[in-house]
Structures are given as C-alpha cells and as structure tokens.
C-alpha cells in the first residue's frame, strides 16, 4: 500500500480480476459495486476490503 492510503479492514485472496463487493453483513455493508484489478489488488472505495489477485490467477477471459 502507499503512504497515506486506508488500512485495509480485511484482505481478500481472489482469482478473477473483476469482483463485486457489498461490504458485508452489519455495519460494513454497503451498495454493491464492481472493482477491476488492474495489477495486483484493488481497494473498495467504501470499506477498505482489499482484494488481491492470487499469482496465476486472472490470465482468463473476463466480463
């Protein structure tokens, strides 16, 4: 991460590049977006769940 970035609240192991992410149950919930990994992990703008692409993975099609 970047000087003055968010901490990151959870960090999520993924496989596809493209991921939706709600925040979760309870107080962390939020409307469902859709973040593009670009390199190797994308931070939701909302909660701070930080996804990370598993090295291998997301060399398939996406949509």
Same mark, same amino acid.
């Given at each position: 991460?970047?000087? $003055?970035?968010?901490?990151?609240?959870?960090?999520?192991? =993924?496989?596809?590049?493209?991921?939706?992410?709600? +925040? $979760?149950? +309870?107080?962390? $919930?939020?409307? !469902? =977006?859709?973040? !593009?990994?670009?390199?190797?992990? =994308?931070? %939701?703008?909302? %909660?701070?769940?930080?996804? =990370?692409?598993?090295? +291998?993975? +997301?060399?398939?099609?996406?949509?």
């Amino acid at each position: 991460m970047q000087d $003055g970035a968010p901490t990151p609240t959870e960090i999520i192991h =993924v496989d596809d590049r493209t991921i939706a992410c709600d +925040g $979760g149950d +309870g107080a962390m $919930g939020h409307p !469902r =977006v859709f973040l !593009r990994i670009a390199e190797t992990q =994308v931070l %939701c703008p909302y %909660c701070s769940r930080l996804y =990370v692409l598993n090295e +291998g993975a +997301g060399h398939g099609a996406d949509h």
